[in-house]
């Protein structure tokens, strides 16, 4: 098993562009979720998932969409990148089954100069 | 929706003495509480974890204590060793299946 891939690790992308963050996991997961992490903040749930074609809001989702259209991927897309978007952004999954925590993705790196 | 604070935000302990983290959360409907540890530039790693039918969980020098009424649970390590050194984050899930989590607590485990 590879567990949750996350690609890319780290991307620059300048203001206004959109870009996707891939999310892939082989466990068969019905959750996921997407973090990011700054300085102080922990983590911060943008969205997630309970299983395909159901998504909902986090705590930040604003200028984030996702989508949930297979059990295995779950991509973040940014409309038009902001530079307080800048952090490090971590996906996440779970079987629904109660009592089991989340494995996280290594993460991807996104600066918005 | 849940919110969870997590005390405190830095810890230092030296090498054989107990750390203790705190986190209170706020939805009475969360049922699972799991601790993380992440190492500078790695990903969180789940160490522990309780469910909420369960008072307290053990494993080695890690255990985990819940208070439902009080809506609070703890993290403590004993006899701490420097590779304890990290971050680490405590979360709830409650309503919706979200998982929240704490703002962190760096450990410094001193030699």
């Known amino acids: 098993n590879a567990g949750v891939t996350q690609t890319p690790k780290f991307q620059v992308l300048k203001t206004g562009q959109s870009m996707t963050l891939q999310c892939a996991q082989d466990?068969?997961?019905?959750?996921m979720s997407w973090y990011r992490q700054d300085p102080g903040m922990g983590l911060r749930l943008i969205h997630y998932s309970v299983g395909a074609g159901i998504t909902d809001q986090g705590e930040v989702p604003n200028g984030y969409n996702v989508s949930r259209s297979t059990t295995e991927d779950f991509p973040l897309r940014l409309l038009s990148a902001a530079p307080s978007q800048t952090s490090v952004y971590f996906c996440?999954?779970?079987?629904?089954?109660?009592?089991?925590?989340?494995?996280f993705g290594s993460g991807t790196r996104l600066t918005v100069v | 929706g849940e919110n969870v604070e997590q005390h405190p935000s830095t810890l230092s302990v030296q090498e054989g003495d107990s750390a203790v983290i705190k986190c209170t959360y706020s939805?009475?409907?969360?049922?699972?509480f799991p601790w993380y540890k992440q190492e500078l530039g790695k990903r969180p790693q789940l160490i522990i974890d309780?469910?909420?039918?369960?008072g307290e969980k053990k494993d080695q020098r890690i255990a985990v204590t819940l208070n439902k009424t009080a809506k609070h649970f703890s993290l403590h390590i004993t006899e701490t060793q420097p590779e304890d050194s990290a971050v680490y984050f405590c979360?709830?899930?409650?309503?919706?299946?979200?998982?929240?989590f704490g703002a962190g607590t760096i450990l410094r485990v001193k030699s």
């Open positions: 996440a999954s779970s079987p629904a089954r109660e009592g089991y925590g989340y494995t």
């Open positions: 979360a709830a899930r409650g309503g919706g299946n979200k998982l929240v």
């Open positions: 939805d009475s409907a969360s049922n699972y």
């Open positions: 309780i469910r909420s039918n369960v």
């Open positions: 466990m068969n997961h019905e959750y």
